[in-house]
Nanobody, 123 residues
């Protein structure tokens, strides 16, 4: 299983970005995918997760109302639409595949990780 995240960049406060995460393998509609981010000098933290069929989504409190996770199973891709970006959103964003079908929020529940994409929001 391989995951690849892309779409990051340098933006200004209030701008939008859409991150994408593509995955290899079959039965993508059974795969729970989460987004995490890591600020410089801090631990990787949960951002959002989506169940295999897209019916369940969960968000970190800090991003509710501004970030939206979605997926296109026909393209083996999960998206993270990021609106009203703030400097606090700066970090490396990783997508990950959960070990089970539970849409969890803990790092330990994810076994496969992409390489990360940098998001920088200037004030």
């Amino acid at each position: 299983v391989q995951l690849q995240a892309f779409g990051g960049g340098l933006v200004q406060t209030g701008d939008s970005l859409r991150l994408s995460c593509t995955a290899s393998g079959r039965a993508f509609d059974l795969v729970v995918v989460g987004w995490f981010r890591q600020h410089p000098g801090k631990e990787r933290a949960f951002v959002a997760v989506i169940s295999g069929n897209g019916g369940i989504t969960r968000y970190a409190d800090a991003v509710k109302g501004r970030l939206t996770i979605s997926r296109d199973n026909a393209k083996n891709t999960v998206f993270l639409q990021m609106n009203s970006l703030e400097p606090e959103d700066t970090g490396v964003y990783y997508c990950a595949r959960a070990s089970a079908r539970h849409a969890g929020t803990s790092l330990g529940e994810y076994a496969y990780w992409g390489q990360g994409t940098q998001v920088t929001v200037s004030s």
